[in-house]
């Protein structure tokens, strides 16, 4: 097939590569295919080579994906293109940071270096543990800011304030706040005192009171605010007053706040400090260091200097991450490509107005960078603006939709401040336009999307565009359901297993909530304290009843099978092996216990938290609901279920988004943090410790209450949600409510069908456990392995060759408990543990690890991807060692049966002992991530 032709826009941007460019590229408009084309024509001049263009992404997969279409279309190949810099800020920083910043700490007056051995620490479950330890010392060391552990609700939220300053550019140093930070966290009283202006001048011509003093009727309702607070008639003005006096602007955004920022400087720069010793950064300290590095070391920043930048999905872009932009480039050669409309990540501190205002910033950045030396050559940069306008994905049915999306009120309360002639319209090249836009509603709404799928599959009237251009009926992996929260996907799949409904879920899993987790947690608090919240929960799992696990509790006479597994444990000697131990016993396989199995052992590993701790940590992943990003297929053909934010840069024939209803999207305002930093008010408290009366408290704080209705609510991005989903369809819409339709729903001009739900059960392959709250089932499609599937489930009858089980041992489980031990003593002694073999199997474990000469991974996360007569295979799961050298990576898997083979199918053993590659899997802030080691 011939490459497509560029049309004029896109012409535009792969000819243009002299000068700075904002490219307004909108969904499917061809970004990455001019992005890269663009690319191979800078580098494929004779002048120029790789190392000189720096090509900024926000995923390793984006990375990837970019890299490859280089190599397609340039005079490079894979092999000279290995190292050049496309990859991610943070990735970027890390690699600069590893040439030119041993000594960066130091210009924030840190004794503390970067090494090469500094870790990156990508796990935020992990980060927040190591937070929390962080706190403990630090409120031992601080007693001065008692008040403010009083008023926290929990340490989180201060690591969560630390890494948006750091985004935003915002650093401390040993005697202050490094350049103009402290202006920040005070705030610009004018642009503050605009913003109340606005929401305090009268309406309907002066003769309706100001939206302001109509949101502050009530006030003080249901809050404690310290004597010094006004009355709601001083503040607000009496009876006909329409709007509140002027000099309550000045009222509320002063306030002595010397103390709050003493107290965030503090912990920050500890912080800091605390990593550094612990030899480990995160994402955020990353950039922060690379930032400090550039503006202060001059040859580092000439060395690290490009003369041409390009940065994708620019409107994922933080503070922090504009400016680093600017001070790697040489030239003016800056190129930054997105859609502002797609920018939904605030929660990962995207700002928006990085593309929004992208002239005025790139103006005051340079500004700022460049007042007391010349560090960026932007003084009177001039960006020419180029539009993609014609989209190669969706209808002009979806594209008119999509528009009128990102217009559309979100509350009956909100005013959309967007000019739809602002909005760069899209023409489509599909190829028909056959498109249903409809809605459907019922109090049953899973039942009822579930019914709406079945209605679309093979229905002529649903007809998506095949591979040869024409239409054909839909099938069911041709439709993805959207949620505005991961709640409503997972309660989905657990309506849609009771129909052996093909979903594949594809978003977060609250990875402590879990059956493999909660199974984990009882054992660990069993051999902590023998505590009846353990033993219950095992019991449970066994099948007593509750008067039968009352009577256990009561009497503490447990039976005999989980008391010697109790025993077992508790001889044990590492975390990891307890948790595989309980895994194994209980058949958890798969993704979520392979995270599960990963996550614990890494917080016992890089912190110093005992089992106990250890416990604190499980529980608190239960109260927090934090999650881990998860895919779970159910083949081919099933329809994927998955939050929006997920499904960014995707694409799927028919959408459905769900949920549509009050108070879900968008979701009510939850509680906020204590201490808050926001533009343009800068740091402020919400709550307020105080022992001025007869009984301390924690009052609130009522100028807090009133300058978060000066500030508009994130319904910009409420829409820029609703804009990504819709962009994602190519020929259908579908939107789904329960009873109480949102007013997204009911400002859009969709018609909406009250229907009533018949899902027909459906007869296919059987259900497969997909190691998640639910079941999916498995129709032909990609086939999923673990090593333990593939084999013969004979390598686990008994062969006589244990003397160690003892005879009492049942022996459907004996090869099992002895494959345990040897495994348990293997990693014990490839960690460095003080362990003696006690029989020839474990001498014979000694004799090989003692031969290895390279670097081993103990427990490793491995994924191998095969082709098998023709099939896709992967054989995944947790290898027993990875063996690195210089030129090799060997799975080491201990065989503990006594057989001589271990039944894998023949096309199988043709092609493992070849592997193409071993794959590490980790979690980091961006999305599961590939990291890919070459095997000889």
């Known amino acids: 097939m011939s490459d497509p032709t560029p049309n004029d ?318 001070l790697l480039s040489g030239t003016e050669n800056l190129c930054v490509v997105g859609d502002w409309k797609q920018s939904i990540y605030s929660f990962q501190y995207a700002d ?76 489509s090249n599909a190829a028909f336009d056959n498109t249903v836009v409809e809605g459907v509603r019922h109090e049953d709404e899973h039942e009822a999307v579930l019914s709406k799928v079945q209605a679309i599959v093979g229905n002529d009237d649903y007809a998506v565009e095949g591979e040869d251009g024409e239409p054909r009926p839909p099938e069911y992996g041709d439709i993805a359901v959207f949620t505005r929260t991961r709640d409503y996907g997972r309660e989905l799949l657990d309506v849609g297993a009771e129909y052996d409904f093909p979903l594949a879920y594809d978003g977060g899993v609250e990875l402590f909530r879990t059956d493999p987790a909660k199974l984990l947690l009882a054992w660990l608090r069993i051999l902590e304290s023998d505590a009846d919240r353990g033993w219950a929960v095992v019991f449970e799992r066994i099948g007593y009843a509750f008067d039968e696990i009352d009577r256990f509790l009561e009497t503490g006479s447990y039976p005999t099978e989980p008391a010697a597994f109790r025993d077992e444990l508790r001889e044990l000697e590492s975390v990891g092996a307890v948790a595989r131990r309980v895994l194994d016993r209980y058949g958890f396989t798969g993704d979520v216990a392979d995270v599960l199995l990963h996550s614990v052992q890494s917080v016992h590993d890089s912190t110093t938290a005992t089992r106990g701790e250890l416990i604190r940590f499980m529980e608190r992943g239960v109260e927090t609901g934090s999650t881990v990003d998860v895919r779970a297929s159910a083949g081919d053909d099933a329809v994927t279920v998955q939050t929006i934010h997920t499904a960014k840069g995707l694409e799927y024939p028919i959408v459905v988004m769900a949920n549509m209803n009050e108070g879900r999207f968008p979701p009510r305002a939850g509680g906020s943090s204590v201490i808050q930093y926001r533009d343009p008010v800068g740091l402020r408290q919400r709550k307020i410790y105080s022992a001025e009366r007869p009984h301390p408290h924690v009052y609130d704080n009522w100028r807090h209450d009133v300058i978060r209705r000066c500030l508009p609510r994130a319904y910009d991005e409420e829409r820029r949600l609703l804009y990504v989903a819709v962009t994602r369809a190519e020929s259908h819409v579908v939107f789904a409510a329960g009873e109480d339709p949102n007013t997204f729903l009911e400002e859009l001009p969709v018609a909406v069908e009250a229907i009533e739900p018949a899902v027909e059960p459906l007869d296919r392959d059987a259900p497969a456990e997909a190691e998640l709250p639910f079941a999916v089932t498995a129709p032909n499609g990609p086939i999923g392995h673990s090593p333990h599937s593939l084999m013969d489930e004979t390598v686990f009858e008994e062969t006589g060759e244990r003397p160690e089980a003892g005879p009492e041992a049942e022996p459907e489980t004996r090869g099992m408990d002895f494959g345990s031990r040897v495994h348990d003593f293997a990693e014990a002694y490839a960690l460095g543990d003080d362990v003696t073999p006690s029989n020839d199997h474990e001498r014979r474990v000694v004799e090989l690890l003692d031969g290895l000469s390279g670097e081993l991974h103990v427990e490793e996360p491995v994924t191998l991807p095969l082709d098998v007569d023709g099939r896709r295979v992967t054989v995944s799961g947790i290898a027993d060692l990875v063996h690195v050298t210089g030129d090799r990576v060997e799975v080491i898997d201990y065989k503990t049966d006594a057989t001589r083979a271990v039944g894998v199918p023949e096309a199988a053993q043709r092609l493992l002992p070849r592997p193409r590659r071993v794959v590490r899997r980790k979690v980091g802030r961006d999305e599961p991530v590939l990291h890919e080691r070459r095997v000889a």
């Open 352 to 427: 928006v107005d990085n593309i929004l205002e992208f002239e005025d910033r790139l103006e005051r950045f340079a500004a700022d960078l460049n007042a007391d030396a010349d560090r960026v050559p932007f003084d009177a940069a001039d960006p020419t603006r180029i539009e993609l306008r014609e989209n190669y994905r969706s209808t002009e049915s979806v594209i008119d939709l999509s528009e009128r999306a990102i217009v559309t009120p979100a509350s009956s309360g909100d005013t959309v401040e967007t000019d739809p002639a602002d909005v760069v319209g899209l023409s």
């Open 9 to 326: 826009a896109q012409r535009e941007l792969i000819d243009s590569t002299e000068g700075s460019y904002l490219v307004d590229a909108g969904p499917g408009t061809g970004k990455t295919f001019a992005v890269t084309r663009r690319y191979g024509r800078i580098v494929d001049r004779p002048d120029v080579e790789p190392d000189d263009v720096l090509l900024a992404t926000f995923t390793r997969s984006a990375a990837t994906e970019m890299r490859e279409r280089i190599v397609d279309h340039s005079a490079y190949g894979p092999r000279e293109l290995a190292d050049a810099p496309i990859r991610t800020f943070h990735s970027h920083c890390h690699e600069l940071l590893q040439e030119h910043g041993y000594a960066a700490p130091t210009h924030l007056g840190l004794d503390e270096r970067i090494t090469g051995s500094t870790r990156i620490l990508e796990d935020e479950l992990i980060e927040a543990e190591r937070f929390r330890e962080f706190f403990a010392g630090f409120r031992d060391d601080h007693p001065e800011h008692a008040d403010f552990y009083r008023a926290l609700s929990a340490p989180g939220e201060l690591l969560d304030l630390i890494e948006e300053l750091a985004s935003k550019g915002i650093f401390p140093s040993t005697d202050g706040w490094y350049r103009d930070g402290e202006s920040h966290l005070d705030g610009d009283f004018e642009a503050f005192r605009e913003r109340f202006d606005a929401a305090n001048q009268p309406r309907n011509d002066g003769r309706k009171q100001s939206k302001l003093r109509e949101d502050l009727s009530g006030f003080g309702r249901d809050k404690a605010y310290r004597p010094d607070a006004p009355t709601e008639s001083a503040l607000r003005g009496g009876r006909g007053t329409k709007r509140l006096d002027e000099d309550v602007a000045r009222q509320v955004f002063y306030e002595d706040r010397s103390a709050l920022n003493s107290f965030v400087h503090d912990a920050y720069v500890e912080y800091l400090r605390f990593a550094l010793r612990r030899n480990y950064l995160s994402f955020s300290f990353l950039q922060l260091f690379a930032f400090v590095l550039l503006c202060e070391d001059e040859r580092a920043r000439e060395a690290a200097e490009f003369e041409y930048v390009m940065v994708d999905e620019f409107q994922d872009t933080s503070e922090v991450q504009f400016k680093l932009a600017l």
